[in-house]
């Protein structure tokens, strides 16, 4: 059971670092800080989402495949599947005037802490049966 609070913390450590890169004051700023990583090489752009490669490594290590622990992975591989969406567009100039407006409005600053909380919890859950 103590290997599951470990793997607990680890992940709540790689969100923290993933929280703590990403963290602007606008969804515009957050895209250009991933944009910065993405135009360096895409592959360090991927590095910089360590909490999903755990989480996938996880699933085959347990062979768990509930809801509790597929469902992170599904999140966390939409958003980066999101962000290289808008970070294309960005690049080819594509972007309409309703995504930016969308990418100016502010983000709270509480809303990159709640992966930090929420994917160790449910990750808890899938472990802790």
């Given at each position: 059971?103590?290997?599951?609070?470990?793997?607990?913390?680890?992940?709540?450590?790689?969100?923290?670092?993933?929280?703590?890169?990403?963290?602007?004051?606008?969804?515009?700023?957050?895209?250009?800080?991933?944009?910065?990583?993405?135009?360096?090489?895409?592959?360090?752009?991927?590095?910089?989402?360590?909490?999903?490669y755990f989480l996938v490594f996880l699933v085959v290590l347990?062979?768990?495949?509930?809801?509790?622990?597929?469902?992170?992975?599904?999140?966390?591989?939409?958003?980066?599947?999101?962000?290289?969406?808008?970070?294309?567009?960005?690049?080819?100039?594509?972007?309409?005037?309703?995504?930016?407006?969308?990418?100016?409005?502010p983000i709270p600053s509480y809303m990159f802490y709640i992966?930090?909380?929420?994917?160790?919890?449910?990750?808890?859950?899938?472990?802790?049966?």
């Amino acid at each position: 059971m103590e290997i599951v609070f470990v793997y607990v913390l680890f992940l709540s450590i790689l969100e923290y670092f993933e929280s703590s890169w990403q963290k602007d004051s606008t969804l515009g700023g957050m895209i250009q800080k991933a944009y910065a990583h993405y135009s360096k090489n895409i592959f360090i752009f991927f590095m910089m989402h360590p909490g999903l490669y755990f989480l996938v490594f996880l699933v085959v290590l347990t062979q768990n495949y509930s809801f509790w622990i597929l469902f992170p992975v599904a999140i966390k591989a939409t958003d980066i599947i999101f962000k290289i969406s808008i970070i294309q567009k960005l690049e080819k100039n594509e972007l309409g005037s309703e995504y930016k407006m969308i990418l100016s409005q502010p983000i709270p600053s509480y809303m990159f802490y709640i992966p930090i909380i929420l994917y160790p919890t449910l990750l808890y859950f899938a472990l802790a049966n």
